[in-house]
Nanobody
Framework: EVQLQASGGGFVQAGGSLRLSCAAT????????IGWFRQVPGKEREGVSS????????NYADSVKGRFTISRDSAKNTVYLRMDNLKPEDTAVYYC??????????WGQGTLVTVSS
């Protein structure tokens, strides 16, 4: 059974940093395209970042480029999202996802990030 669990969210002041983690069971991150999206209640889901399979290319939304960094630790089967210089508009629930087939993704429970001004 595929499971993803995001953690590491919290409350931070603008300009601060957080590192989100996503632990996976039932599959290996190295074998799939993986990423993060975020969602504010009542708003559209926004893709944040991804690492492609098999080439490991990283992509970022324009809104986070230069501030967020996605990475993975194969030994721990964990994906990270380092978020620096956080802004109030980064406030959202963050989810990690994996693409198990073309255009088909799974994700687990998210973690809430709140950035105060």
């Amino acid at each position: 059974e595929v499971q993803l669990q995001a953690s590491g969210g919290g409350f931070v002041q603008a300009g601060g940093s957080l590192r989100l983690s996503c632990a996976a069971t039932g599959f290996y991150f190295d074998d799939y395209t993986i990423g993060w999206f975020r969602q504010v209640p009542g708003k559209e889901r926004e893709g944040v970042s991804s690492i492609s399979h098999p080439y490991g290319r990283t992509n970022y939304a324009d809104s986070v480029k230069g501030r967020f960094t996605i990475s993975r630790d194969s030994a721990k089967n964990t994906v990270y999202l380092r978020m620096d210089n956080l802004k109030p508009e980064d406030t959202a629930v963050y989810y990690c996802w994996m693409e198990w087939a073309y255009g088909k993704r799974s994700w687990g429970q998210g973690t809430l990030v709140t950035v105060s001004s």
